[in-house]
């Protein structure tokens, strides 16, 4: 529990910190309780089939993941982080807004539906399709303003505070960031979606519209006692400027460079001579001419020319890490489901009591609860209990973590695929296979099995991805090892997308239904399930692979030993650079 405010400063302090977790919890509040139940909106209001309403779903979560990093570096690079996080509230309210309006305007979207209906002729027109897709743009472009910075914003107003009694605060700061980020994202699973499926639209989409509101509103009351910290180099210029630098020098012959003399390092670093991984990037870091590529007080005349051994590792350990990082975006597209997992549970009997059945999009908030207690059991019952019985500590590695992820992933898209089988089958036996709406007998309390597995692999793979680039890239890229994952969901999106793309038009001829059929009864969508199943698998080879040519965890559990420094900032932001 956060306590002892600290008041006594004019600016930043606890005070500021709960604004800044209020802007981002009512943030994802309002964004996942509209983009849940989406795919409903989409083919209900606009006409499109299932594939092509996922697809665009697929397109906006990609978007939507990937503009944290562009924010990121605008934010540290030109802007701060305070006007990046004040204008993606205003461009998510914005969006937001003019989304509500096309459940009010009735030119702004085609005459409803049936859901999932093969007969509708009513396609949404360009305009009002543009509109649609500026909305979303407008939202994703707004996440990407907000969370891009938020989690950073709040640990600058606690950076000058260095006892152990506020580095106590930080920490606190980060567990109740993360808990309230994810108890939005199931409210908004639940309350937000049962709201939609009982009031309709424009109050299901209204009640995001206040949300954000008060998101925005919360972050700009506070405007006054912020600390604001001011924009400097990036990681991302760090990189390029290693890349531009070996691209300058590539006729460097490096065999004859054997001197400490002729690398270029900080003062105090622990890295003096480069490794011989990857050597060509070693050329950004040699000193050819003394007199002309440094300063007097050792620093680069020109950092696009000579960079630091430590910058040029920097980039070495980010490229070692991308092929076990590429092994989690084939996960990441199993997670990213959701809108053929509520098209299934939405054909199956929901009902919990005669009176109240669950919406089909609050399903997936068993997802999240499935992943909390794999994590929580994990840690505070199978650990204990395995080092107890061991007599030492023991714990799964890494790399072992990542593996059994992978694996579980794969089974739990078999699973799926069997109960959707099952459920089609039954759907025929009753004689609804050509009513696409139509609710089956069986019961959707089935697919928890699915959510129960994937739970598991997101606790074992998401988790042990993240704690792996934490640990093995130097605690000067944190904020690169934060993104990383993010970048995985966008690149997973990409590609569920590319996969729904080439599935569709698989079996759409001579009379033939696509297996991602808007009628889902007359689809094969366990036939798209075994295929994300079949790809795991294979996904699971290929990470062995990895594993294998990476080696060894370099920091373990306990993560690196050491700090190499910031050598992806600028070098001309210290004063104690030397060679």
Same mark, same amino acid.
């Given at each position: 529990?956060?306590?002892?405010?600290?008041?006594?400063?004019?600016?930043?302090?606890?005070?500021?910190?709960?604004?800044?977790?209020?802007?981002?919890?009512?943030?994802?509040? +309002?964004?996942?309780?509209?983009?849940?139940?989406?795919?409903?909106?989409?083919?209900?209001?606009?006409?499109?089939?299932?594939?092509?309403? +996922?697809?665009?779903?697929?397109?906006?979560? +990609?978007?939507?993941?990937?503009?944290?990093?562009?924010?990121?570096?605008?934010?540290?690079?030109?802007?701060?982080?305070?006007?990046?996080?004040?204008?993606?509230?205003?461009?998510?309210?914005?969006?937001?807004?003019?989304?509500?309006?096309?459940?009010?305007?009735?030119?702004? =979207?085609?005459?409803?539906?049936?859901?999932?209906?093969?007969?509708?002729?009513?396609?949404?027109?360009?305009?009002?399709?543009?509109?649609?897709?500026?909305?979303?743009?407008?939202?994703?472009?707004?996440?990407?303003?907000?969370?891009?910075?938020?989690?950073?914003?709040?640990?600058?107003?606690?950076?000058?505070?260095? @006892?152990?009694?506020?580095?106590?605060? %930080?920490?606190?700061?980060?567990?109740?960031?993360?808990?309230? @980020?994810?108890? $939005?994202?199931?409210?908004?699973?639940?309350?937000?979606?049962?709201?939609?499926?009982?009031?309709?639209?424009?109050?299901?989409?209204?009640?995001?519209?206040?949300?954000?509101?008060?998101?925005?509103?919360?972050?700009?009351?506070?405007?006054?006692?912020?600390?604001?910290?001011?924009?400097?180099?990036?990681?991302?210029?760090?990189?390029?400027?290693?890349?531009?630098?070996?691209?300058?020098?590539?006729?460097?012959?490096? /065999?004859?460079?054997?001197?400490?003399?002729?690398?270029?390092?900080?003062?105090? $670093?622990?890295?003096?001579?480069? /490794?011989?991984?990857?050597?060509?990037?070693?050329?950004?870091?040699?000193?050819?001419?003394?007199?002309?590529?440094?300063?007097?007080?050792?620093?680069?005349?020109?950092?696009?020319?000579?960079?630091?051994?430590? &910058?040029?590792?920097?980039?070495?350990?980010?490229?070692?890490?991308?092929?076990?990082?590429?092994?989690?975006?084939?996960?990441?597209?199993?997670?990213?489901?959701?809108?053929?997992?509520?098209?299934?549970?939405?054909?199956?009997?929901?009902?919990?009591?005669?009176?109240?059945?669950?919406?089909?999009?609050?399903?997936?908030?068993?997802?999240?609860?499935?992943?909390?207690?794999?994590?929580?059991?994990?840690?505070?019952?199978?650990?204990?209990?395995?080092?107890?019985?061991?007599?030492?500590?023991?714990?799964?590695?890494?790399?072992?973590?990542?593996?059994?992820?992978?694996?579980?992933?794969?089974?739990?898209?078999?699973? %799926?695929?069997?109960?959707?089988?099952?459920? =089609?089958?039954?759907?025929?036996?009753?004689?609804?296979?050509?009513?696409?709406?139509?609710?089956?007998?069986?019961?959707?309390?089935?697919?928890?099995?699915?959510?129960?597995?994937?739970?598991?692999?997101?606790?074992?793979?998401?988790?042990?991805?993240?704690?792996?680039?934490?640990?093995?890239?130097?605690?000067?890229?944190?904020?690169?090892?934060?993104?990383?994952?993010?970048?995985?969901?966008?690149?997973?999106?990409?590609?569920?997308?590319?996969?729904?793309?080439?599935?569709?038009?698989?079996?759409?001829?001579?009379? &033939?239904?696509?297996?991602?059929?808007?009628?889902?009864?007359?689809?094969?969508?366990?036939?798209?399930?075994?295929?994300?199943? $079949?790809?795991?698998?294979?996904?699971?080879?290929?990470?062995?692979?990895?594993?294998?040519?990476?080696?060894?965890?370099?920091?373990?559990?306990?993560?690196?030993?050491?700090?190499?420094?910031?050598?992806?900032?600028?070098?001309?932001?210290?004063?104690?650079?030397?060679?």
């Amino acid at each position: 529990m956060i306590t002892e405010p600290l008041l006594s400063s004019p600016k930043g302090g606890i005070r500021a910190l709960f604004f800044i977790i209020a802007n981002e919890a009512l943030e994802r509040l +309002a964004s996942f309780g509209l983009s849940t139940n989406m795919i409903l909106y989409l083919t209900r209001e606009y006409g499109m089939d299932a594939a092509s309403g +996922a697809q665009i779903l697929f397109l906006y979560s +990609a978007a939507g993941n990937f503009m944290p990093i562009i924010g990121a570096f605008l934010a540290d690079t030109y802007v701060g982080r305070y006007p990046m996080i004040g204008f993606g509230c205003i461009a998510s309210l914005l969006g937001m807004v003019l989304l509500w309006l096309t459940t009010i305007i009735p030119g702004a =979207r085609v005459p409803s539906c049936a859901q999932f209906s093969t007969n509708c002729n009513n396609d949404a027109t360009t305009p009002q399709l543009l509109f649609l897709y500026f909305c979303l743009g407008l939202m994703s472009i707004g996440a990407g303003g907000i969370r891009s910075c938020s989690l950073a914003f709040g640990a600058d107003q606690l950076s000058k505070r260095d @006892s152990l009694k506020h580095a106590g605060i %930080l920490e606190s700061f980060f567990s109740w960031y993360y808990v309230t @980020s994810s108890a $939005s994202v199931f409210i908004s699973m639940t309350c937000v979606v049962y709201i939609q499926e009982a009031m309709g639209w424009k109050v299901g989409f209204g009640v995001p519209v206040v949300l954000m509101f008060l998101s925005t509103l919360s972050f700009f009351l506070a405007s006054p006692i912020y600390v604001k910290p001011k924009a400097k180099a990036s990681w991302l210029i760090g990189f390029a400027r290693v890349l531009v630098a070996s691209f300058r020098k590539r006729r460097i012959e490096l /065999s004859s460079l054997d001197t400490d003399e002729l690398y270029h390092h900080r003062k105090g $670093s622990a890295l003096v001579v480069p /490794s011989e991984r990857i050597r060509y990037l070693n050329r950004a870091c040699v000193i050819k001419n003394p007199e002309e590529d440094l300063m007097p007080d050792g620093r680069a005349s020109d950092p696009w020319t000579l960079c630091t051994v430590d &910058q040029v590792e920097e980039l070495k350990a980010l490229i070692k890490v991308i092929p076990i990082w590429s092994t989690g975006v084939l996960v990441s597209v199993n997670v990213c489901q959701n809108s053929f997992l509520l098209l299934q549970a939405s054909t199956m009997n929901r009902h919990i009591t005669s009176k109240f059945e669950i919406p089909a999009g609050s399903f997936y908030a068993f997802l999240l609860l499935s992943a909390t207690m794999w994590i929580a059991l994990y840690d505070r019952v199978i650990i204990p209990l395995a080092s107890k019985i061991t007599g030492k500590p023991t714990r799964l590695g890494l790399k072992q973590k990542i593996g059994i992820g992978i694996l579980v992933s794969a089974a739990s898209m078999a699973v %799926l695929a069997i109960i959707e089988r099952v459920r =089609r089958e039954i759907a025929i036996r009753e004689g609804i296979s050509d009513i696409p709406d139509a609710v089956t007998h069986m019961s959707a309390m089935w697919l928890l099995p699915f959510y129960f597995l994937l739970g598991f692999s997101e606790a074992m793979n998401g988790v042990g991805l993240n704690e792996f680039f934490y640990t093995e890239l130097p605690k000067s890229m944190s904020s690169v090892a934060s993104n990383l994952f993010s970048i995985g969901l966008s690149a997973a999106s990409l590609v569920a997308s590319f996969i729904v793309s080439n599935v569709r038009g698989y079996i759409s001829e001579a009379n &033939q239904e696509s297996w991602v059929s808007s009628n889902i009864n007359k689809g094969h969508y366990d036939y798209y399930y075994w295929l994300l199943s $079949s790809l795991g698998f294979a996904n699971f080879i290929y990470y062995l692979a990895c594993s294998k040519a990476y080696g060894p965890c370099k920091g373990g559990q306990s993560g690196i030993t050491g700090d190499v420094g910031e050598g992806l900032i600028d070098d001309n932001d210290y004063d104690d650079d030397a060679v």
